[in-house]
């Protein structure tokens, strides 16, 4: 699904015009995006969880120079889902 998609299934269920439920899912965007990149979690009860995740620097083999590089530590997005996101996706 596309944030376009998106935008169209909730005006149509709200009855909202599309232009202010696509500013709105861009500004809700934006928010978690800020947040997190500030270290903060977002939390979104019934949903999930949006937060950085720490990778630690690791050893990686280039197989074209056949040389051992090191791949740098990073803070990367991570997505944890609540149980009843987990248990819906999992009822199939």
Request: with cysteine.
């Amino acid at each position: 699904m596309t944030k376009e998609e998106i935008v169209k299934e909730v005006a149509g269920a709200t009855g909202v015009d599309r232009k202010e439920v696509a500013a709105i899912v861009e500004s809700f965007m934006e928010s978690v995006r800020k947040s997190v990149s500030a270290g903060e979690p977002v939390f979104l009860r019934g949903f999930g969880t949006f937060s950085l995740k720490h990778r630690a620097a690791k050893p990686a083999r280039n197989i074209t120079a056949q040389k051992t590089i090191l791949i740098p530590e990073k803070e990367v997005p991570h997505f944890k889902p609540c149980e009843r996101f987990k248990s819906d996706v999992n009822k199939g």
